[in-house]
């Protein structure tokens, strides 16, 4: 919990309405240092002062306390945790714990961010509430952007309100959100500073941004190249580089052991590419390689990534947190993401229409039994 920041309200208050320490103290009776040290945090004013503090100011003595229960990160991270297990044995009371929580700690950006994702996520196994879940988790993003004097929690706030719009079908909505916090141009600050501790010799702390910018960058390099995969099936010489530039990235971060949902992802998307443009034999062997890697894989082990050298300074950003992998599965419920990986396939028409061809019904057999 924070202190009550009694002095810090009357600063603030005093300097809203444009008095002096001198004049605050004058209208209540007391000395110009009295004041001060309120201000400063080194005395507290007499309980009879109070009303007349937060009279003078119009405020009620709860703002005039600026009282505001706040959870530490590992508190929030505990919470979280506690109530994805509760969602696993009692939907019902975790709804109603996450309602108190707000209620309790209103102020409390971080928890609001983090309840608002729980939503979000929970709308995976739970259709039906898309749009109340949605509509809860934009509020509290709401909240946090209206309400905090934190930057990145600010962007954060608008980032999930963009998510929960795009999931209610307001893409024009969702994209000026994300617009509104996107630079003009890459900043190359992670580079930067890395190179700025280097020159200093702070080996350690230059790795671990190389380390987090790599991180990152291979993540944004796939999902750039799987989101732009159907958008070039017309053109054979794009989609040949667009090919090229994954295979090099699979190969050279050992994406299929280390990340094998992203691996996925990307044979799933190749093959239907392929497909459209008239290759079945790249479609054929993309097939072929995403039946294979779910055979290996169940929900688990192919949604959570395992650790690399590449990243042995930053391990948080390349692990899963063993408590958070423990409750995934009452998080999302029934939603199995190694079905959706063979969805993503076979829901396309282009693979409907070619069910019983002999060259790809037994790979989508296979895929089908994985």
Same mark, same amino acid.
Request: glycine share 6%.
């Given at each position: 919990?924070?202190?009550?920041?009694?002095?810090?309200?009357?600063?603030?208050?005093?300097?809203?309405?444009?008095?002096?320490?001198?004049?605050? !103290?004058?209208?209540?009776?007391?000395?110009?240092?009295?004041?001060?040290?309120?201000?400063?945090?080194?005395?507290?004013?007499?309980?009879?002062?109070?009303?007349?503090?937060?009279?003078?100011?119009?405020?009620?003595?709860?703002?005039?306390?600026?009282?505001?229960?706040?959870?530490?990160?590992?508190?929030?991270?505990?919470?979280?945790?506690?109530?994805?297990?509760?969602?696993?044995?009692?939907?019902?009371?975790?709804?109603?714990?996450?309602?108190?929580?707000?209620?309790?700690?209103?102020?409390?950006?971080?928890?609001?961010?983090?309840?608002?994702?729980?939503?979000?996520?929970?709308?995976?196994?739970?259709?039906?509430?898309?749009?109340?879940?949605?509509?809860?988790?934009?509020?509290?993003?709401?909240?946090?952007?209206?309400?905090?004097?934190?930057?990145?929690?600010?962007?954060?706030?608008?980032?999930?309100?963009?998510?929960?719009?795009?999931?209610?079908?307001?893409?024009?909505?969702?994209?000026?959100?994300?617009?509104?916090?996107?630079?003009?141009?890459?900043?190359?600050?992670?580079?930067?500073?890395?190179?700025?501790?280097?020159?200093?010799?702070?080996?350690?702390?230059?790795?671990?941004?190389?380390?987090?910018?790599?991180?990152?960058?291979?993540?944004?390099?796939?999902?750039?190249?799987?989101?732009?995969?159907?958008?070039?099936?017309?053109?054979?010489?794009?989609?040949?580089?667009?090919?090229?530039?994954?295979?090099?990235?699979?190969?050279?971060?050992?994406?299929?052991?280390?990340?094998?949902?992203? !691996?996925?992802?990307?044979?799933?998307?190749?093959?239907?590419?392929?497909?459209?443009?008239?290759?079945?034999?790249?479609?054929?062997?993309?097939?072929?390689?995403?039946?294979?890697?779910?055979?290996?894989?169940?929900?688990?082990?192919?949604?959570?990534?395992?650790?690399?050298?590449?990243?042995?300074?930053?391990?948080?950003?390349?692990?899963?947190?063993?408590?958070?992998?423990?409750?995934?599965?009452?998080?999302?419920? !029934?939603?199995?993401?190694?079905?959706?990986?063979?969805?993503?396939?076979?829901?396309?028409?282009?693979?409907?229409?070619?069910?019983?061809?002999?060259?790809?019904?037994?790979?989508?057999?296979?895929?089908?039994?994985?």
């Amino acid at each position: 919990m924070n202190d009550i920041n009694l002095g810090a309200t009357i600063a603030r208050e005093r300097r809203a309405v444009g008095v002096t320490q001198g004049e605050l !103290a004058a209208h209540l009776g007391v000395t110009k240092a009295a004041v001060s040290k309120w201000e400063l945090g080194q005395s507290m004013p007499d309980v009879a002062q109070l009303p007349r503090i937060a009279s003078y100011f119009g405020l009620t003595l709860d703002e005039l306390f600026d009282y505001r229960p706040q959870l530490t990160e590992d508190e929030v991270r505990k919470v979280y945790v506690e109530l994805c297990d509760l969602f696993a044995e009692n939907p019902d009371a975790a709804y109603a714990r996450m309602d108190d929580l707000v209620r309790d700690y209103g102020s409390c950006w971080d928890l609001l961010l983090q309840m608002a994702a729980l939503c979000m996520q929970r709308a995976l196994s739970e259709p039906d509430r898309v749009d109340e879940l949605m509509g809860r988790a934009r509020e509290l993003a709401e909240r946090v952007e209206a309400r905090s004097d934190d930057v990145e929690l600010v962007r954060s706030a608008r980032v999930t309100r963009a998510m929960a719009e795009c999931q209610r079908g307001e893409l024009d909505d969702a994209i000026a959100l994300l617009e509104s916090v996107k630079p003009a141009r890459p900043l190359g600050v992670e580079a930067a500073l890395a190179g700025m501790h280097q020159m200093k010799g702070e080996r350690e702390a230059c790795l671990k941004l190389c380390q987090e910018s790599l991180f990152w960058g291979e993540m944004s390099v796939m999902q750039s190249i799987a989101t732009q995969l159907p958008l070039y099936e017309d053109e054979p010489a794009h989609l040949a580089a667009l090919l090229r530039a994954a295979e090099g990235v699979l190969e050279g971060f050992a994406l299929e052991s280390r990340q094998p949902m992203e !691996a996925a992802t990307f044979y799933g998307g190749a093959a239907t590419a392929c497909l459209h443009a008239g290759d079945e034999e790249g479609a054929a062997t993309y097939l072929e390689r995403l039946a294979k890697l779910l055979e290996r894989h169940d929900g688990e082990s192919l949604l959570f990534p395992r650790p690399s050298v590449l990243y042995d300074l930053v391990p948080d950003s390349a692990t899963v947190d063993p408590d958070l992998k423990r409750v995934a599965g009452g998080l999302f419920g !029934a939603f199995d993401m190694k079905e959706q990986c063979k969805l993503a396939v076979t829901r396309n028409a282009a693979w409907a229409a070619r069910a019983d061809d002999p060259r790809f019904k037994p790979l989508l057999d296979r895929l089908a039994a994985a």
